[in-house]
Nanobody
Framework: QVQVVESGGDSVQVGGSLRLSCAASGFTSSIYCMGWFRQAPGKEREEVATIDYDGKTTYADSVKGRFTISHDNAEKVYLQMNNLKPEDTAMYYC????????????????WGQGTQVTVSS
């Protein structure tokens, strides 16, 4: 089993930047894909970005060019968020899975508790 813990959420102004961090522990050698998701009040959870073991990344259209996902290894993943907008306000979750990202068609296996990002004008 893998445990996932997010950090770095904060309140920022429009146009600001934040860097979210995600630390995985436990059976981390099983991790092939990690992702960032977000959920705003009253909205469904959406996938923001993913990165697989080889470093291949995917992004939601809404964050392309503003957000960057990266990793040090299978245990630490980051989400650099620039030019933040009010619509980026949400609880951000990190998740890990033992499948390659492109093969995941169901929910990720292991989830963190989330970190809040609030963008105000």
């Amino acid at each position: 089993q893998v445990q996932v813990v997010e950090s770095g959420g904060d309140s920022v102004q429009v146009g600001g930047s934040l860097r979210l961090s995600c630390a995985a522990s436990g059976f981390t050698s099983s991790i092939y894909c990690m992702g960032w998701f977000r959920q705003a009040p009253g909205k469904e959870r959406e996938e923001v970005a993913t990165i697989d073991y080889d470093g291949k990344t995917t992004y939601a259209d809404s964050v392309k060019g503003r957000f960057t996902i990266s990793h040090d290894n299978a245990e630490k993943v980051y989400l650099q968020m620039n030019n933040l907008k009010p619509e980026d306000t949400a609880m951000y979750y990190c998740a890990a899975d033992d499948r390659w990202c492109e093969l995941i068609t169901s929910e990720f296996l292991d989830w963190g508790q989330g970190t809040q990002v609030t963008v105000s004008s």
